[in-house]
């Protein structure tokens, strides 16, 4: 079969969740027995969001292969299973900077560069990238933005004409809009929709699919209207209404048929609706989980999607624990000694979080020391790790001023420090460790143990700084093992206290590894052994 292409579009309002309906859609398509694969396209001229504010995009996921990506690509993984790499996630930026490269190699042969056809020939060509490399069935792309958006248009030029090569078999365009609830006059209001859908039309993209959003149920006689004006079937308007949690909207979208319409309408005869068998395994347990479990989330970013893989890798350990995990955050420039024993009251374990710079990085280590000598479970991942590190050396090593070169350049005792090779490469992308690295787990540790004791384990890293093996033997003899080693490099990537009921930091992100069906074994142990301790 032709690889066929889904365009995923939205109108009337951002963050309507056009990232979760692919996903959705791309499980449902992988139950039919379908090789999927799906892509996010960004109009922000930013080159990858890795140098971006977690304010302003949320967390910056990163691929198995080292790229930094918008953070739906997470959910498509976590849904799907799939492995996506730098080829699933395009910005403006990087488009617009290889048409620049080409022009300055002389591609062109000296030819005026334009939107159309050159910008427009480039988002095409990274469209069907993935499915050159490699078959796929189907190909899912998220545009990011919303219709209407001067940066989305050379993206929406781009399908249409894509969509024109292609033909009406191979191509279809689901648009995703908002159907707002007036309370004051007890309406739902459709006019955003239409206009919405007038706009794509006006760009020449008819669209086939209609997905609603809404807080609440859509009667048959709105989606016909919608339908009606909008120049769709009535079964292809499909309602997306809040729920109770992301897992559950595939279930929605299948119990509408959504998928099969899809199918359907590229000639493809759907078949016998697949059962979802581990899928709806896993929401019954997350509803039969009645015991509440509290976790504080140790940062500087008081923003849900600033630690969004975080929050969703505990909600998974949590579902397989019988568990309900509840995350609350807590401020870390807020924390101080006088506090930190009210501020942790009540909360069965602790992740000290990652991100970069000086600020909050203090209540951080206070954090991590009252865990460590009140056999609080605590979770370091990356700078949270290094904070470990850092309390470590000043409270039980002896070591006055120890720190991160990164916070303190001219500090006494670099625990943590930057690779020397590193040193003098000043583009901030070029410093960063990024993608999956080998890590050696020493037998006998809790660590081993909670991998399955698997030796050799694979995990993805964003960060700059390293601990410093000078200072291996004193931590080692004072109790925090270095139980995990980059078997090439001899980096640290896993302190523990063997000692401690679970305190262990990873200079790795494993939040990015954790998936709905197969859920991180680290969040699995560390929630497993808070749920103990809490009884």
């Known amino acids: 079969m032709d690889t066929k292409y889904i365009f995923i579009t939205g109108g009337v309002t951002s963050s309507l969740g056009k990232g979760i309906i692919s996903a959705s859609l791309g ?20 080159i990858d969001p890795g140098t971006l504010n977690p304010y302003e995009h949320g967390e910056c996921y990163v691929t198995a292969d080292g790229m930094e990506t918008d953070l739906d690509l997470g959910h498509y993984e976590r849904f799907t299973g799939i492995e996506t790499t730098r080829d699933n996630s395009v ?6 900077l290889s048409v620049i490269e080409k022009e300055r190699h002389g591609d062109y042969l000296g030819k005026t560069i334009q939107v ?30 919303t219709i209407g958006d001067i940066e ?12 024109w090569e292609l033909g009406p078999q191979n191509s279809i365009n689901v648009h995703l809009t908002l159907v707002p609830y007036l309370a004051a006059a007890g309406e739902l209001k459709t006019k955003p929709t239409q206009t919405s859908v007038k706009q794509l039309q006006g760009l020449g993209i008819q669209p086939e699919v209609l997905v609603l959003r809404t807080e609440h149920p859509l009667s048959d006689e709105l989606r016909s209207k919608v339908a009606h004006f909008c120049n769709v079937d009535t079964a292809a308007v499909i309602q997306s209404q809040d729920l109770s949690s992301i897992y559950e909207v595939p279930v929605n979208m299948q119990n509408q048929g959504f998928d099969e319409v899809i199918l359907t309408k590229m000639g493809i005869t759907p078949g016998e609706r697949p059962a979802l068998g581990p899928w709806r395994e896993y929401l019954e347990r997350r509803k039969n989980a009645t015991k509440t479990i509290t976790i504080g989330l140790v940062g500087k970013y008081d923003l849900q999607d600033a630690y969004k893989s975080i929050l969703e890798s505990l909600a998974h350990a949590g579902v397989y624990n019988d568990r309900k995990v509840k995350a609350l955050f ?4 807020h ?7 009210d501020t942790l009251k009540g909360m069965a374990g602790i992740v000290i979080c990652p991100g970069f710079g000086q600020r909050g990085i203090e209540g ?12 609080l479970p605590a979770f370091g991942i990356c700078l949270g790790m290094q904070m470990m590190v850092i309390e470590f050396a000043r409270h039980v090593l002896g070591l006055d001023g120890a720190d991160s070169i990164e916070m303190n350049p001219t500090t006494p005792h670099n625990v943590i420090d930057i690779m020397e090779e590193q040193k003098n490469i000043t583009n901030l992308g070029g410093t960063m460790r990024l993608g999956a690295y080998d890590c050696q787990i020493k037998p006998d540790t809790r660590t081993y143990n909670a991998y399955g004791k698997k030796e050799l384990i694979k995990e993805r890293h964003r960060h700059r700084y390293e601990f410093n093996n000078k200072y291996l033997a004193d931590f080692e003899t004072a109790g925090m093992k270095c139980v995990g080693t980059n078997p090439g490099s001899g980096l640290v990537e896993i302190v523990e206290i063997t000692s401690h009921p679970w305190y262990i930091g990873t200079q790795f992100h494993p ?9 991180h074994p680290l969040f699995m142990d560390f929630i497993k052994t808070c749920a103990e301790l809490q009884k």
């Open 330 to 333: 807590v401020n870390s420039e």
């Open 364 to 375: 951080k280590i206070i954090a991590a020391e009252y865990a460590r000598e009140h056999n």
């Open 91 to 96: 910005t403006t930026g990087r488009i617009y």
């Open 335 to 341: 924390i101080t000694r006088k506090n930190i024993a």
């Open 116 to 145: 159309v056809p050159h910008i427009t020939d480039e988002i095409k060509h990274r469209i069907r990238l993935n499915a050159s490399k490699e078959h796929f069935d189907f190909v899912i792309t998220e545009i990011g933005g």
């Open 511 to 519: 939040e990015y590894s954790s998936t709905v069906l197969h859920p």
């Open 27 to 46: 499980k449902l398509l992988q139950a039919r027995g379908y090789k999927i694969t799906i892509q996010k396209f960004d109009p922000y001229i930013n």
């Open 152 to 163: 989305s248009q050379p993206f929406l030029e781009a399908i249409r004409q894509l969509r």
